[in-house]
């Protein structure tokens, strides 16, 4: 039998944001791209996994998917609507009641003046959500779902460890019983002793609740182990997409930049060195904006954007994909498995 499509819990299309620049004015209309023309979906179910180096928009993707930041262009659908096309208040009580947020540092995230429980029962007090009684008999639901002991129930997030902060944000962020559980960068602010603990929860909590998730980080090992598919990001541009156990033979040279850099002890890799200057958001390069620090670079790169590809494992926007360990710097060729 054949299996029927299943329609995206969340849609970005065409997506773009731009800034005014640091120290901008009426006169001066330099402007910051943080997210160009991006198009990705996630299914129900579903984990999405996003990587790229600092600066390349994964964060502004991530505020537009929960609809913390308007884009200037494009449209973004959570469960078939167009959540910028909505009030402000049918957009929070749509979003709200579908996506849970989990952000980078637990200590900055939560309110330091309030308890466990007020924390936790914030969502359900802001939409209105179950009776008093039922509000605390969910809070403790949530602590027993993310390992917090009862005691902790009174605490102040100051008297936590950061483990412990994050499994509260990751409770609060479940409160709602959403879709869709965005985490970015969840673990990243966490001592490693706790790091793999938070991850264990996550992929835990998205099995227990059939959650679907989009999980943002510049750690693409961890990315990989946790997802279904991985979406490559530089400069703003989403630049490849393809299965997460497929991510070691990605086409596009940046991604294949990335993995070199991820430590494994399994087929480890030499470092890809990328030279050449870094582009700037402000005044992003013509063509593809990774040709500046690309060895595949040609003039045919500074013309125009690649146009998606599409191969049997996803798609990727590059003139000159890599298919074959001859394709790569001389550093890294050495210790390349086959990439067919």
């Avoid at 065409?14 to 330099?30: I, K, L, Q, Y």
């Avoid at 598919?229 to 990605?250: C, F, K, N, Q, S």
């Amino acid at each position: 039998m054949t299996e029927q499509r299943r329609d995206p819990l969340a849609e970005l299309s065409g997506v773009s944001v731009e800034h005014r620049a640091p120290g901008g004015s009426v006169f001066n209309r330099a402007r910051v791209h943080a997210l160009t023309a991006a198009d990705l979906t996630v299914a129900p179910g579903e984990t999405l996994g996003v990587v790229g180096e600092s600066g390349c928009g994964k964060s502004t993707l991530v505020k537009v998917l929960v609809g913390l930041q308007p884009p200037t262009r494009g449209t973004v659908r959570l469960a078939g609507e167009d959540i910028w096309s909505l009030s402000t208040s049918r957009r929070r009580r749509h979003v709200g009641g579908l996506v849970g947020m989990v952000f980078q540092d637990p200590a900055t995230s939560l309110n330091r003046r309030l308890s466990v429980e007020q924390i936790i029962a914030d969502p359900l007090d802001v939409q209105g959500r179950r009776s008093p009684r039922d509000r605390r008999d969910r809070v403790t639901e949530l602590m027993d779902l993310v390992g917090l002991p009862a005691s902790a129930r009174e605490a102040l997030p100051p008297q936590m460890s950061g483990g412990q902060r994050q499994r509260v944000a990751i409770a609060r962020a479940l409160a709602l019983e959403p879709a869709l559980l965005v985490a970015d960068e969840p673990t990243s602010a966490l001592d490693v002793s706790v790091r793999a603990q938070i991850l264990n929860l996550l992929l835990d909590l998205r099995t227990r609740l059939g959650l679907a998730m989009v999980f943002v980080s510049h750690d693409l090992q961890t990315v990989r182990r946790v997802s279904d598919r991985i979406v490559t990001m530089y400069l703003g541009r989403v630049v490849e997409e393809l299965p997460a156990d497929r991510i070691r033979y990605g086409r596009h040279p940046y991604t294949q930049a990335l993995f070199s850099a991820a430590p494994g002890l399994l087929n480890p890799m030499r470092p890809i060195p990328l030279t050449g200057p870094v582009p700037s958001a402000v005044r992003p390069p013509s063509g593809c904006p990774f040709r500046t620090r690309c060895w595949r670079s040609t003039d045919v790169c500074a013309t125009e954007m690649p146009p998606y590809a599409t191969d049997a494992d996803g798609r990727f926007r590059c003139f000159h994909p890599i298919t074959d360990p001859s394709d790569l710097p001389r550093a890294g060729a050495d210790s390349v498995q086959e990439l067919t």
